[in-house]
């Protein structure tokens, strides 16, 4: 158990960004805000060209993790708990998502054998 | 500062002299529409090269979403190059970035922050170019690992591992399920026995354009707003103090371990708040003996006061405390709200997959159809029992 906490407190002041206690400078928060951004953008993409549904909900996955990683490093850089807390919030959402969007994907597979969002093009109302 | 001609362009205050902006009565106003010389998107990185480096990228995208019409190997070949251009475009965002920092003297992020950005970007690339669905949720995976490793570097521990278990453990498992639920008999290791909805990408080029659109404006909007972002109110020492007073069982026990308790003595709670009498700005700790006193009510006999040279170093709230009261104590409300999404949720989802569903009238006769042929088949091959079909 000692072991654990020790090697446990070995990861935070080795990995960590910086000393934890201080800020984190712009300079340092613009990378992971650009990685959030692409991860936005490629998500983005995917939901745009992919027909079939199953991968369409993937992709919405993708970007609510990049809005949960932009979350997190604006969160370090005010040194509060809130954007941890907020993508609590966004993981619950996240999962409801899943589990509403995946059962109306069984639905209309069962209606139509198909999984392309096409198939449904005079839901268009 | 020379400003670039791409840069987007703002009101400026000046700030009264002598006066940091914090300081200022309406510094949060001020803060929001409008900041100083220094919060241009070029003190991150010049717009030129940020765009060039989201056309790159949204151009190995667009060669390496799937299509029709190529062989195999040629098929391959254009998912290699998208690779390769996307991660060259990558390598580009992060070269950049570097160099502006480093010229400036400012700090880069951590090593380990490359490669788990790298994982995750070409992982998640990987998930929307991929052909066969059950890979991109394998690949969608790869993303999330990534991501726990930047929140590691964020020092989000907990939200790192809470992320694999709840995505990576549950989320992601239920859409392999749905995935091998709804999905037709599998089709052999060929791409072209795919279906069309699996093997075409719709509109590859535009989507791919919006793409880049989207990354350059967020990006753009972001580095030009990261100047004008708000300081932290208060340090991380008082976040953490201001939770750690209200811990003193877990003050009592980093005192212990450090060894600065004698028998009996604990930390001085407030009569009123319970709260422990730590002063985070002194450093000083109040502790007291407890013990019965002449009424024979237990109290505390003696007090004493720890001063900052004693303060131990582990003495600090960590990530799990502070997250814990921030979300029990500031935000108790999402917890209401987020217990009515997830029973919602599963309302509709328990409706929508308990409803019984007929086959449509066309769909139907197309299957009577192939069943009728595949009866004809057997009966042919009747005499030929080594033909037969499964």
Redesign the interface.
């Known amino acids: 158990m000692m072991h654990a906490f020790e090697s446990?407190q070995l990861?935070?002041s080795g990995?960590?960004?910086?000393a934890?206690?201080?800020?984190m400078?712009?300079?340092?928060?613009?990378?992971?805000?650009?990685?959030s951004?692409?991860?936005?953008?490629?998500?983005?993409?995917?939901f745009?060209?992919?027909?079939?549904m199953?991968?369409m909900?993937?992709?919405t996955?993708?970007m609510f993790?990049a809005a949960?990683?932009?979350l997190?490093?604006?969160?370090?850089?005010?040194?509060?708990?809130?954007?941890?807390?907020f993508?609590?919030?966004v993981?619950?959402?996240?999962?409801?998502?899943?589990?509403?969007a995946?059962?109306?994907?069984?639905?209309l597979?069962?209606?139509?054998?198909?999984?392309?969002a096409s198939a449904w093009k005079e839901l268009n109302g | 500062m020379q400003r670039c001609r791409f840069s987007i362009e703002h009101r400026s205050f000046k700030a009264p002299t002598g006066e940091s902006f914090r300081d200022h009565p309406a510094g949060m106003q001020l803060s929001l529409y409008g900041a100083y010389e220094r919060d241009t998107v070029d003190?991150?990185?010049s717009p030129i090269a940020l765009y060039l480096v989201?056309a790159l990228?949204?151009g190995g995208?667009a060669l390496a979403?799937p299509r029709r019409g190529f062989t195999q190997t040629k098929d391959k070949a254009f998912q290699y190059l998208g690779a390769v251009v996307v991660t060259a475009a990558?390598g580009l965002?992060?070269l950049l970035?570097g160099m502006?920092?480093t010229s400036?003297g400012?700090?880069?992020?951590?090593y380990?922050?490359y490669p788990f950005?790298l994982v995750?970007?070409g992982a998640?690339?990987r998930?929307?170019t991929h052909k066969r669905?059950v890979y991109?949720?394998l690949y969608?995976i790869m993303?999330?690992i990534g991501?726990c490793g930047?929140?590691?570097?964020?020092?989000?521990?907990?939200?790192a591992f809470?992320?694999i278990i709840?995505?990576a453990g549950?989320?992601l498992i239920?859409?392999l399920f749905?995935?091998m639920?709804?999905?037709?008999a599998p089709t052999g290791d060929d791409d072209e026995d795919l279906?069309?909805?699996?093997a075409?990408?719709?509109?590859?080029i535009?989507?791919?354009a919006?793409?880049?659109v989207?990354?350059g404006l967020?990006?753009a909007a972001?580095?030009g707003g990261?100047?004008q972002?708000p300081?932290?109110t208060?340090?991380?020492?008082q976040?953490?103090n201001a939770v750690l007073a209200q811990l003193p069982r877990k003050v009592d026990k980093i005192l212990d371990r450090a060894g600065l308790l004698d028998d009996g003595w604990r930390v001085a709670r407030d009569h009123d708040t319970g709260m422990a009498m730590i002063d985070p700005d002194a450093r000083t700790i109040v502790i007291e003996l407890l013990g019965n006193d002449a009424h024979g009510h237990e109290s505390a006999i003696s007090t004493r006061i720890l001063t900052s040279e004693d303060w131990p170093d582990s003495l600090?709230a960590?990530?799990l405390d502070?997250?814990g009261?921030?979300?029990l104590n500031?935000?108790p409300m999402?917890i209401e709200?987020?217990g009515i999404?997830?029973l919602?949720?599963?309302l509709?989802?328990?409706v929508?997959?308990r409803?019984h569903?007929e086959?449509?009238e066309a769909?139907k006769a197309a299957q009577a159809r192939k069943l009728g042929t595949m009866l004809d088949g057997t009966t042919e091959h009747d005499g030929h029992p080594s033909g037969g079909h499964a």
């Open positions: 446990l990861v935070q990995i960590a960004q910086l934890y206690p201080s800020e400078s712009n300079s340092v928060l613009a990378p992971y805000l650009f990685v951004a692409a991860m936005f953008a490629i998500g983005l993409v995917g745009l060209t992919r027909k079939n199953i991968i909900f993937l992709c996955e993708l993790q949960g990683l932009a997190i490093a604006f969160g370090r850089h005010h040194l509060g708990a809130d954007g941890q807390t993508v609590i919030f993981l619950c959402v996240a999962a409801a998502e899943a589990a509403m995946l059962a109306l994907v069984v639905l597979f069962r209606h139509r054998e198909s999984l392309s | 003190q991150i990185i989201c990228g949204a995208i979403l990558f965002a992060a970035l502006k920092a400036e400012n700090p880069m992020p951590n380990f922050f950005a995750s970007i998640s690339v998930m929307i669905p991109s949720a969608f993303t999330i991501s930047m929140y590691i570097l964020l020092s989000a521990e907990f939200m809470a992320l709840i995505y549950a989320i239920t859409y749905v995935i639920l709804a999905t037709q279906e069309d909805v699996d075409v990408a719709r509109e590859p535009l989507a791919c919006i793409g880049f989207m990354v967020i990006t972001m580095f990261i100047g972002l300081a932290p208060m340090t991380q020492a976040a953490e600090k960590d990530n502070r997250l009261f921030n979300l500031d935000h999402m709200v987020a999404i997830l919602m949720a599963m509709g989802a328990t929508l997959a409803k569903t086959l449509e769909l």
